[in-house]
């Protein structure tokens, strides 16, 4: 059925298969059939791999080797008759259960959450408006725009297509592009390689562009068909969760050895086997950090979170560790550094330059220039607000405003010469009415130019717009007082120094020209017209830079990254942002692209840190500048939005694409994509990305710090031949209560203040770099000898009373570990230096698991499960005064070396200065 649906398709013609679909190919279907046809035809997606179910997710907490010991020790308790231990320990395991559940859960939930975000879009005609869609909503009978660098969203029939060739390698094995046209297939037995008149789902265009209306969607589609040939690609860990995996292997084993020696030392002194087990088990599970892949995990997705709200998308969670190595961000300059706000400032023809803001635009030189801006363009103009509200702006700005507010639909460059051919009173609409096109050389980044052939006053002309350098080389004429001329090279070279002298003023400056054509002309061999032409003028555009790059690129320098400005555009124009960026520091240099290619490997590599702006430069000297950056051990961001830069940014250790001008191709090949196109974004998500580890670093001394001191309270214990500080029960809540609710806390805690002052991280370093290891040991040291002495203290106050005792141990190893939650919150500052309501969410963890502690010993009914007594005032003091010197004993000593550290490298700075 599917195979006859196709060969009517492509047998028919581009008007029966509208015709077919009930399609309207100038104004696109209406909101409301769309949504008739998503209830009919389902979404635009293929089947993915089936996510765990929610009750599948909550028994995998149970599948733990650690969980089943204890869980058979419930058994065993139960058969012995100790059935408040075995009620007690099985709701401990339940309750850990689903606080393991709920943290894999909200990770699992922010990861589906990026992946729609990072959902492919489509240009739609609907309502006779082009808009941006989600591919998922697309239905048959659907008007698609597609330009070089998109994906196809879906199989469709082509309406129009200029110069378009799609990459079907996905689809048929091809691998030479697909010269694609719309001219009806008589024949019914064409392979799918064959089917020029159609494009597919999944497949790319790599050059020119199309309109086509959708025919099939999700399951329907080619694709669809062999949809199960492009799912089961697994979702990699991080390098980092790879590495905590291992050393938490390392961990288990030191755990177990430790209880171990606990158990045997236990049932040497003459404690019960049982008894020792069920203590041994219950340590075990307590001290092994389980909790911590999924902790990182959902530290790593709630930080991606809080990069979307600062336009900041992530698509490979892996890019969240290098953000934090980053030593060189190379940035594309138009939309990124500057405001991609292009308004045409001058105009040079018939040999003088115009201001426009003070020049009459009804000269006919004037005229000219903009008449074939307008024409060579594929941008819209649609004026902002078509609601009620704007209506009533619209009126106002009419009759009131003299300057219309518009919204440019396209590249902003055309954009901005539709806008000064508008202020001329050259509508785009009428203009197309005088000129009927009949055909298109589109523009890309390699040639630099676009050309668009077609019929006025009867004649077929060429008119081209492009690079000044580009279009010049091809033109053999210009026109002055109206005549047309020869260039000789006098005049070429004033036009070369009148390019440059627009560039160094901070203008984007292109070329235009035009050539008559012979009636027959050939249309496999457009491109070879693009020679002999007319010089008709230059247009010098303004984008100015973005006020908050200017900012984003000192706290770069300062954090010791080195922004790159790598661009197409003309070196004087780069120069010129550059030095208004402060991006230029002394000595550094600008090479152009034709320098680069006279540079040898090895001598760029030997210059190429003196480089900061690369200017008229190809998507393949990104690609080199890429290569020869890694080679010298730099951890490099890229930027890119067409589809040439694809190679450039996935070769990138962080590629990042542009989301709002970015190509499909490009946003797949990256691992981050900026939702502004700002450059400032790229600084914030290395921030975030900094500020990411740096919390995964805090819980992880948190919870190993906490482990050991657990650990050490009963193991030094035995050792010295006192009773067990802590029963199982209670060493299995201090589990619950500790390392739960604050542990996740702090991976929510905001970044350090000086965090961007920081060199990069070296990506192979340690995560327990700078001396965390000793913190840990230190930190665990003090919290077991801090929990050992208050038990011992509680023998002698209470005269031997064990419950006492142990209650006091118990409280102590709580509320010792909750004050040191608080010092986990910095490295690089004192607990007593940091701003306590800074992180709610931890302040708010501390109380829920204090008031935990405080209910298992004040309820009567529990004091029996948790072997627990009150405690009275005299008590507590003691309690706060030996938990609470564990962590203030250690913040007084990193204060005093913190302050010796910052006046170490401020003696250094003035040193260097």
């Known amino acids: 059925m599917k195979e006859e649906n196709n060969k009517a398709t492509f047998q028919l013609s581009s008007s029966k298969v509208i015709d077919k679909l009930n399609a309207d190919p100038q104004v696109g279907l209406p909101e409301s059939e769309v949504k008739k046809r998503q209830q009919k035809y389902g979404p635009n997606k293929l089947p993915k791999q089936k996510r765990k179910t929610l009750f599948s997710l909550l028994l995998d907490q149970f599948k733990d080797f650690m969980v089943l010991v204890l869980i058979g020790a419930v058994i065993v308790s139960g058969l012995l008759g100790q059935v408040d231990d075995a009620i007690a320990i099985l709701a401990i395991v339940i309750l850990n259960a689903i606080m393991g559940f709920v943290q894999e859960y909200r990770a699992e939930k922010s990861l589906q959450a990026l992946k729609k975000l990072a959902a492919p879009e489509a240009m739609v005609l609907r309502n006779n408006e082009k808009k941006k869609v989600s591919t998922d909503s697309l239905v048959p009978g659907d008007i698609i725009y597609l330009e070089s660098g998109d994906k196809v969203p879906s199989d469709a029939r082509l309406l129009e297509a200029n110069s378009l060739e799609i990459d079907e390698a996905s689809l048929t094995g091809e691998s030479i592009p697909v010269k694609k046209n719309v001219k009806r297939i008589k024949d019914s037995e064409v392979a799918l390689g064959d089917r020029h008149n159609m494009i597919h789902m999944g497949t790319t265009i790599v050059k020119g562009k199309g309109k086509a209306v959708v025919t099939d969607i999700g399951l329907n589609t080619e694709m669809g068909q062999i949809a199960d040939m492009l799912q089961g690609t697994q979702e990699r860990e991080t390098p980092l969760q790879e590495r905590l995996k291992s050393l938490g292997k390392w961990l288990v084993y030191i755990c177990f050895l430790a209880c171990a020696a606990v158990v045997v030392l236990g049932v040497i002194k003459g404690e019960p086997l049982y008894k020792m087990f069920i203590a041994g088990v219950s340590l075990a599970v307590a001290a092994i950090p389980e909790g911590l892949p999924a902790i990182v995990t959902l530290s790593l997705a709630i930080g991606v979170q809080r990069m979307i709200k600062r336009q900041a998308i992530v698509r490979k969670l892996p890019a969240v560790e290098t953000l934090g190595c980053a030593t060189v961000i190379c940035s594309d300059k138009t939309g990124t550094l500057t405001k991609n706000e292009m308004t045409v400032k001058k105009i040079y023809a018939n040999e003088k330059t115009y201001n426009l803001e003070s020049t009459s635009l009804n000269k006919k030189s004037i005229r000219d220039v903009l ?543």
């Open 371 to 913: 008449r074939i801006g307008a024409i060579c363009n594929n941008a819209e103009l649609k004026r902002k607000n078509q609601g009620f509200k704007g209506k009533v702006e619209n009126i106002k700005q009419r009759f009131i405003d003299s300057d219309v507010k518009w919204e440019v639909l396209g590249d902003p460059t055309e954009g901005a010469l539709l806008l000064a051919a508008q202020k001329a009173r050259l509508e785009k609409a009428e203009l197309q009415n005088k000129f009927s096109k009949l055909w298109e050389i589109p523009f890309d980044s390699n040639r630099k130019r676009m050309s668009v052939i077609g019929q006025r006053n009867g004649k077929n002309t060429l008119y081209l717009k492009g690079a000044p350098d580009i279009v010049l080389d091809r033109c053999s004429h210009y026109i002055k007082g109206g005549e047309v001329r020869k260039l000789d090279n006098e005049t070429l070279r004033k036009l070369q120094q009148t390019n440059d002298e627009l560039s160094s003023q901070a203008l984007r400056v292109l070329a235009v020209a035009m050539r008559r054509l012979p009636t027959n002309f050939n249309q496999q061999r457009l491109e070879e017209y693009e020679t002999d032409l007319v010089f008709v003028g230059l247009v010098g555009m303004i984008d100015p830079p973005r006020p908050e790059a200017k900012k984003a690129i000192s706290r770069c320098k300062r954090a010791g990254i080195r922004p790159v400005m790598v661009t197409g555009d003309h070196k004087n124009t780069a120069k010129a942002i550059a030095k208004e960026l402060n991006l230029l520091n002394k000595g550094d240099r600008i090479v152009t692209g034709n320098e680069l290619k006279q540079m040898g490997n090895k001598e760029l590599k030997e210059g190429i840190d003196q480089i900061s702006v690369y200017a008229r430069v190809s998507p393949e000297d990104k690609l080199r500048i890429v290569k020869i950056l890694k080679g010298k051990g730099e951890i490099v961001a890229m930027t890119g939005d067409g589809v040439n830069d694809a190679p450039a940014v996935k070769e990138a250790d962080i590629g990042i694409a542009m989301g709002e001008k970015g190509t499909d191709v490009t946003k797949e090949a990256s691992s981050l994509i900026l939702a502004d196109d700002n450059f400032r974004t790229i600084v914030s998500a290395v921030e975030e990305g900094r500020a990411i580890y740096d919390n995964i670093r805090k819980f992880i001394r948190y919870l190993l710090s906490c482990n050991i001191g657990e650990i050490l309270t009963m193991f030094l214990a035995s050792l010295l031949g006192f009773p067990l500080p802590l029963v199982p029960i209670q060493i299995l809540w201090v589990n619950l209560v500790t390392d739960g609710l604050p542990a996740l806390a702090l991976g929510v805690d905001p970044a350090d203040d000086g965090i961007m002052t920081r060199p990069p991280r070296p990506p192979n370093e340690s995560v327990f770099a700078h001396g965390l290891k000793t913190r840990i040991i230190t930190q665990g040291i003090l919290i077991g000898l801090s929990t050992l002495f208050a038990f011992i203290l509680g023998l002698k106050v209470s005269g031997g009373n064990l419950v006492e005792a142990r209650t006091m141990a118990f409280t102590n190893l709580v509320i010792a570990q909750l004050f040191f939650v608080f010092s986990c919150r910095s490295e690089q500052h004192s607990f007593f230096e940091m701003n306590p309501l800074s992180n709610l969410y931890l302040i708010a963890a501390v109380i829920i698991s204090f008031t935990m502690q405080l209910i298992v010993l004040y309820i009567p009914s529990l004091e029996g499960i948790f072997k627990t007594t009150s405690l009275n005032a005299s008590e507590w003091i003691l309690i706060l005064i030996t938990a609470g010197s564990a962590t203030i004993l250690v913040e007084f000593f990193e204060g005093i070396v913190n302050k010796v550290r910052e006046k170490v490298k401020y003696i250094s700075i003035e040193e260097s200065n």
